[in-house]
């Protein structure tokens, strides 16, 4: 069985990841999206508890993913998870020198695993994490951007999160 993981932020999930790992669970037996629990890049909103609720919530009936969160190396992950084949979504040029660097430095930490990458539906190739955050705080809309079944609440918590920063502003 090739066992593949699906890593990431996901801070939060948006459509364009669960576009990703549909297509994953097509290709692969089993998928495991992988939640990092420290993204290297930025500290996430929301904890590693609400980003795997979300995750839970909008891949159900997907029978062949789980969703699990994980500290440290994601090649460590992977092996005790048996997973072979990490999968990442690219958007465009921008994504690529960094996801490629990854991919080379975790084939160079563990050789017997290879990353895939699939490419973005032009629909959500604009999509990510951060402008969904960036919508949200200024109350946009978050059809279509998110998974329905995580939109409301996504956009309560959202509401609270950018009411309580722009009280510390007025606070400052
Ligand atoms: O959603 P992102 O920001 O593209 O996810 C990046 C993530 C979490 C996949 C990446 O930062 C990661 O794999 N972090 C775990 C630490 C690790 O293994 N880094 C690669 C070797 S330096």
Same mark, same amino acid.
Do not use: W
């Given at each position: 069985? !090739?066992?593949?993981?699906?890593?990431g932020s996901?801070d939060?999930? !948006?459509?364009?990841?669960?576009?990703?790992? /549909?297509?994953?669970?097509?290709?692969?037996?089993?998928?495991?999206?992988?939640?990092?629990?420290?993204p290297?890049?930025?500290?996430?909103?929301?904890?590693?508890?609400?980003?795997?609720?979300?995750?839970?919530?909008?891949?159900?009936?997907?029978?062949?993913?789980?969703?699990?969160?994980?500290?440290?190396?994601?090649?460590?992950?992977? $092996?005790?998870? $048996?997973?072979? /084949? =990490?999968? $990442?979504?690219?958007?465009?040029? !921008?994504?690529?020198?960094?996801?490629?660097?990854?991919?080379?430095?975790?084939? $160079?930490?563990?050789?017997? =695993?290879?990353?895939?990458?699939?490419?973005?539906?032009?629909?959500?190739?604009?999509?990510?994490?951060? !402008? /969904?955050?960036?919508?949200?705080?200024?109350?946009?809309?978050?059809?279509?951007?998110?998974?329905?079944? =995580?939109?409301?609440?996504?956009?309560?918590?959202?509401?609270?999160?950018?009411?309580?920063?722009?009280?510390?502003?007025?606070?400052?």
């Open positions: 069985m !090739t066992i593949a993981v699906c890593p996901f939060p999930v !948006t459509m364009g990841h669960k576009d990703i790992i /549909v297509r994953a669970a097509r290709m692969y037996e089993r998928v495991i999206v992988a939640v990092a629990e420290s290297s890049r930025k500290a996430p909103l929301f904890s590693l508890e609400k980003r795997l609720k979300f995750l839970n919530s909008s891949l159900l009936g997907l029978d062949n993913v789980g969703v699990a969160g994980f500290d440290g190396l994601l090649v460590e992950f992977a $092996k005790a998870k $048996k997973a072979s /084949v =990490i999968i $990442k979504g690219l958007r465009a040029m !921008t994504d690529f020198e960094y996801e490629f660097q990854m991919a080379q430095i975790n084939h $160079k930490l563990y050789p017997e =695993i290879e990353t895939v990458f699939l490419v973005a539906r032009p629909r959500y190739s604009f999509l990510s994490s951060s !402008t /969904v955050k960036e919508v949200a705080v200024y109350g946009g809309c978050l059809d279509d951007l998110v998974p329905e079944e =995580i939109l409301i609440k996504a956009s309560i918590l959202f509401l609270a999160s950018s009411f309580s920063l722009r009280s510390a502003q007025r606070r400052q």
